[in-house]
């Protein structure tokens, strides 16, 4: 394995430690400080503010879990970060408030959306954010482009990785041609972005580029997201950390 021991020494929260009925939704500091409480490296996205911040949210669109009707990207991080999450106290934190919760306790494993449009204004900002803090921390992403964008500038202490999945079931792939899909599940980028680790649906697990990686290059393979134990038990077999979502290991 490389030497980045620490990105699967504990198994990852998938958007932290959340539970909505606990007041502690997905992306927030009350899932953040759940995680660091027992014990478990974090996962966390962000999406990029009207004004260029780093704002720790899933979707572009605001309204599944706070009822607003605009996107992310057309409002301020002022304006995000007063509204409240999925009808709890919290609030959408910017990625700098979130990684000082965490101060270094857990890892952070931050994925950077992207809409493959060529945009690396959020990839430029949340490496200036990582660069920044005194603590184990991670950037991966679907969109190789922002993974080989970061490897100008990037403090070689922190890892990059490659989230993908085989299946390709998402809408956001009917968009693409066939040897964009093709390039992307295939890890046919793979001299271009360079990976220090990879992140991979579990469902599709095992397959031949994880398979690959491990053996040939010593990658290590995050494999999400895991809900039961079917799942728990694949990852276990051909991944060497879970991203765990709905229970606690």
Request: aromatic share 6%; net charge negative.
């Amino acid at each position: 394995m490389t030497g980045f021991g620490w990105l699967t020494a504990r198994p990852i929260a998938h958007r932290g430690l959340h539970d909505r009925a606990a007041g502690r939704p997905e992306n927030t500091l009350a899932a953040a400080r759940a995680a660091v409480a027992g014990g478990f490296a974090i996962e966390c996205d962000v999406q990029i503010s009207a004004d260029g911040e780093a704002m720790v949210f899933h979707d572009p669109a605001l309204g599944r879990l706070t009822g607003a009707s605009e996107r992310v990207g057309e409002t301020s991080a002022q304006d995000l970060g007063r509204l409240t999450v999925a009808g709890s106290a919290e609030r959408i934190p910017t990625l700098p408030d979130f990684l000082a919760a965490v101060a270094g306790a857990v890892p952070v494993i931050v994925e950077i959306k992207s809409a493959y449009d060529g945009d690396l204004r959020l990839a430029r900002r949340t490496a200036e954010i990582a660069a920044a803090y005194d603590g184990p921390v991670a950037l991966k992403s679907f969109d190789p482009e922002i993974v080989a964008a970061l490897r100008e500038g990037l403090p070689a202490r922190i890892p990059r990785g490659i989230v993908s999945e085989t299946r390709q079931d998402d809408p956001v792939y009917a968009t693409m041609t066939e040897s964009r899909r093709r390039s992307l599940r295939d890890l046919l980028h793979f001299e271009a972005t360079r990976p220090d680790f990879l992140s991979w649906r579990v469902d599709d697990l095992p397959c031949a580029p994880t398979s690959l990686c491990r053996l040939l290059a010593g990658l290590p393979v995050m494999a999400w997201t895991v809900r039961n134990p079917d799942q728990r038990a694949n990852a276990a077999a051909h991944a060497d950390q879970m991203v765990f979502e709905g229970f606690v290991p």
